[in-house]
């Protein structure tokens, strides 16, 4: 837990108004609950934009697994349709709502992609271990690989499992759009150009370098090009 110091542009009535209701609730919250907020030596800082405050936010790639489904795959006001195959072999399409009623998508959709996958697996092999009617897969599964195939033999447990064979969907497509097109050097040359430095906090060098090798690649897509320049 946390107890951040809430800092606004005060000149912006609508931000002013949202981050004043946060502090009133975080103040709240602590007259309510004593051990809160727990000791730490560093507070930590909420700041509350405005879209208009923070123009560049939209046009970078993010690692989260909401935001990266959402900006690679075809999800429509939170319908996404996709393509599996049954446990008879049989190729289905099916289309799903993406919200609170998917039992993994609350705890997944703020997770870095990679610890998305973790969770699913670890999860799906504590359904495992408990579910004696799955003891096919002692041991539990290591990958999304060996999950996809136990899932198969699995048919009883349609419902259930079809949530998981969903997320192993989507974040398996989602890594391979993004190794593709080249997704990675494209964010990280985005954060070095918003933040002035790199990752080691050393400062930018041979920026059009860089960014001119990004532009004549054929694998990275123009409108990531686009949003790169922008």
């Keep these: 837990g ?9 000149a912006n009535d609508l931000v ?5 209701l946060i502090q009133r609730k975080l103040d709240q919250f602590r007259q309510l609950v004593p051990s809160y907020p727990p000791s730490s030596e560093n507070q930590a800082i909420m700041l509350v934009f405005e879209r208009s405050q923070d123009v560049m936010a939209p046009l970078l790639h993010e690692y989260t697994y909401q935001a990266m489904v959402n900006d690679l795959l075809p999800i429509k006001n939170g319908h996404y349709k996709f393509t599996f195959t049954t446990g008879a072999g049989a190729e289905q399409t099916k289309e799903v709502v993406l919200n609170e009623n998917d039992m ?4 997944l959709r703020h997770l870095h992609i990679a610890d998305t996958i973790n969770h699913v697996l670890d999860n799906f ?17 290591k990958d999304l690989g060996q999950m996809s195939d136990a899932l198969k033999q699995m048919p ?12 192993i969907q989507m974040a398996r497509e989602a890594m391979k759009l993004f190794d593709d097109q080249k997704l990675e050097a494209l964010s990280q040359q985005e954060q070095d150009m918003v933040m002035g ?7 930018v060098k041979n920026l059009i370098t860089h ?3 990004l532009l004549r690649d054929p694998s990275i897509l123009t409108s990531d090009k686009l949003r790169l320049l922008l």
């Design 2 to 10: 946390e107890y951040p110091a809430v800092r606004y542009c005060a």
């Design 16 to 20: 002013s108004g949202i981050a004043t």
């Design 104 to 107: 993994l998508w609350p705890t």
């Design 125 to 141: 092999n504590t359904f495992l271990s408990e579910n004696k009617a799955a003891g096919m897969a002692k041991g539990g599964v």
């Design 156 to 167: 009883q447990y349609r419902e259930l499992l079809g949530k998981y064979s969903l997320h």
């Design 197 to 203: 430095e790199d990752s080691e906090g050393k400062p």
């Design 211 to 213: 960014i001119t090798a």
